[in-house]
């Protein structure tokens, strides 16, 4: 296993309590394996990649758990490394797409030397014109022309500036990358290219990915498992196929139902009522009881278990939806 999350619990504190961001989550990611993590904004996705890569802000505190790197010479929880230990983790065993990355590329530096300065920085035995050509070549990879290596980021395009940074998560040649909603603010045509390329790069290296997203569309197209979030907690986590087809937890299948398809029989699509509660005080039983259709004072009272039901297919739910129910969200 490359990487195993273990009852991660990650809380934000504030004056007014904690904020239970990541509150007991868990999967396991193998080399070459994607998964997608989807949700409402503010549930908690872009939250665990930052506790995974430990780029917490001063009033981030883990609560317990773990996380299980294994780059070849066995498993390291990195929740329990020194900052010093940690840092030769990041960017080479685990590195990040980060969430507007077209605007993460400082303006005043040319966008190959800050490349360059990634790769020295972890690797400084390299040559400045070794990595020079190791980022002509991963130009090359990410379908940028390396001549544009010592332009400016104001001298190229948004999709340029996302290709670029998708070659600097790559110039330390990572085992798992994480991708933070890597297309934002792209047009749908740009957005679907970089999505392919990125598909084709992670099987090219053999690489695992993490992609995080509140974009379903995007979540289908990349991933090989869903992981379906939720204030703070997965409520299901399944192969894509079976997220898509066959979903258990009233959420999720609300999700499915949300967006219009262009297959199939035209049917109304579904509005989920509500709001996500307070994490700073969230319901006492599940967290989605206030908004699902199904919910019972057994919901409203006691936290469901994240249980296995079949092999690979995880959900927290009292009432799963069975095969061919139809759950009455009220539609629009």
């Given at each position: 296993m490359l990487l195993s999350v273990k009852d991660l619990k990650m809380y934000y504190k504030t004056k007014?309590?904690?904020?239970?961001?990541?509150?007991?989550?868990?999967?396991?990611?193998?080399?070459?394996?994607?998964?997608?993590?989807?949700?409402e904004s503010g549930c908690g996705k872009t939250s665990i990649s930052m506790t995974v890569l430990r780029l917490l802000p001063?009033?981030?505190?883990?609560?317990?758990?773990?996380?299980?790197?294994?780059?070849?010479?066995?498993?390291?929880?990195?929740?329990?490394?020194?900052?010093?230990?940690?840092?030769?983790?990041?960017?080479?065993?685990?590195?990040?797409?980060?969430?507007?990355?077209?605007?993460?590329?400082?303006?005043?530096?040319?966008?190959?030397?800050?490349?360059?300065?990634?790769?020295?920085?972890?690797?400084?035995?390299?040559p400045v014109d070794k990595a020079r050509e190791k980022v002509a070549q991963l130009f090359e990879l990410v379908g940028l022309d390396p001549s544009r290596m010592d332009q400016y980021p104001h001298q190229y395009s948004g999709g340029m500036k996302q290709r670029a940074v998708i070659a600097m998560a790559l110039s330390?040649?990572?085992?798992?990358?994480?991708?933070?909603?890597?297309?934002t603010a792209l047009d749908v045509i740009v957005q679907d290219r970089i999505l392919k390329e990125i598909r084709i790069i992670q099987k090219k290296l053999n690489m695992a990915m993490?992609?995080?997203?509140?974009?379903?569309?995007?979540?289908?197209e990349v991933s090989d498992k869903i992981a379906v979030?939720?204030?703070?907690?997965?409520?299901?986590?399944?192969?894509?196929?079976?997220?898509?087809?066959?979903?258990?937890?009233?959420?999720?299948?609300?999700?499915?139902?949300?967006?219009?398809?262009?297959?199939?029989?035209?049917t109304d699509l579904v509005t989920i009522p509500g709001e996500p509660p307070n994490l700073l005080n969230p319901p006492k039983g599940c967290r989605f009881a206030p908004r699902c259709p199904k919910a019972d004072k057994k919901c409203e009272n006691e936290e469901p278990l994240y249980v296995e039901i079949e092999k690979g297919h995880f959900?927290?739910?009292?009432?799963?939806?069975?095969?061919?129910?139809?759950?009455?969200?009220?539609?629009?």
């Amino acid at each position: 296993m490359l990487l195993s999350v273990k009852d991660l619990k990650m809380y934000y504190k504030t004056k007014m309590g904690y904020v239970k961001a990541v509150d007991g989550i868990n999967f396991d990611l193998d080399a070459g394996e994607s998964l997608g993590i989807v949700g409402e904004s503010g549930c908690g996705k872009t939250s665990i990649s930052m506790t995974v890569l430990r780029l917490l802000p001063d009033n981030a505190e883990f609560k317990a758990g773990k996380v299980l790197f294994d780059m070849g010479n066995g498993p390291v929880d990195l929740v329990s490394l020194p900052e010093s230990e940690m840092r030769k983790y990041r960017w080479r065993g685990v590195s990040m797409i980060f969430q507007a990355a077209m605007n993460s590329l400082n303006p005043v530096y040319r966008v190959g030397d800050q490349i360059v300065e990634a790769i020295q920085n972890h690797y400084p035995e390299v040559p400045v014109d070794k990595a020079r050509e190791k980022v002509a070549q991963l130009f090359e990879l990410v379908g940028l022309d390396p001549s544009r290596m010592d332009q400016y980021p104001h001298q190229y395009s948004g999709g340029m500036k996302q290709r670029a940074v998708i070659a600097m998560a790559l110039s330390c040649d990572p085992r798992v990358i994480i991708a933070d909603e890597p297309t934002t603010a792209l047009d749908v045509i740009v957005q679907d290219r970089i999505l392919k390329e990125i598909r084709i790069i992670q099987k090219k290296l053999n690489m695992a990915m993490i992609y995080i997203s509140h974009d379903i569309a995007v979540i289908a197209e990349v991933s090989d498992k869903i992981a379906v979030m939720y204030a703070g907690k997965f409520a299901e986590l399944a192969d894509s196929v079976t997220i898509f087809k066959r979903p258990m937890h009233p959420y999720t299948y609300g999700l499915m139902h949300a967006f219009p398809s262009t297959v199939g029989e035209k049917t109304d699509l579904v509005t989920i009522p509500g709001e996500p509660p307070n994490l700073l005080n969230p319901p006492k039983g599940c967290r989605f009881a206030p908004r699902c259709p199904k919910a019972d004072k057994k919901c409203e009272n006691e936290e469901p278990l994240y249980v296995e039901i079949e092999k690979g297919h995880f959900v927290a739910c009292h009432h799963p939806v069975q095969p061919g129910e139809v759950v009455q969200f009220y539609a629009e």
